[in-house]
């Protein structure tokens, strides 16, 4: 018999949040991902469950444009770099999905970041 686990305080806060936010092809949902180092974005049409297009502070476009810089300004990058490709697909609307975490730095870089280059959440 397995052992059940704790659910963390991000767990819980993202199954709370996931309730209420549906992405669909018109209007996908911004899925945002954050390790250590690294800052993960994704459009994802939830009807069909299928990403539309993601973005990554580890491509070697964003390594390169990137060098040096602090895990916000690699933030800024994925959020300009998620735009683009969303209006290329033409997608002006997403929803956002900060994923149980705070709306706070590294979070909040790529939400701005996405919004100055064109997406309306």
């Known amino acids: 018999m397995p052992t ?3 659910l963390t305080p991000r767990e819980k806060i993202k ?3 996931r309730k209420k936010i549906i992405g669909t092809a018109e209007v996908p949902r911004l899925a945002i991902f954050r390790s250590l180092n690294n800052i993960y ?4 049409d939830d009807i069909n469950g299928k990403t539309i ?3 990554a502070s580890t491509a070697k476009d964003l390594k390169s444009e ?3 810089s602090t895990k916000t300004d690699k933030s800024k990058l994925v959020g300009k770099k998620i735009a683009e490709k969303a209006t290329e697909k033409n997608i002006s609307k997403v929803v956002f999905d900060r994923n149980g975490y705070l709306y706070h730095g590294r979070v909040k870089a790529i939400a701005e970041a ?3 280059a064109g997406l309306k959440f």
């Open 53 to 55: 297009c993601s973005v």
């Open 4 to 6: 059940k686990t704790k």
């Open 15 to 17: 199954l709370r949040l």
């Open 66 to 68: 990137a060098g040096k």
């Open 114 to 116: 996405a919004r100055e």
């Open 41 to 44: 974005a994704q459009l994802v």
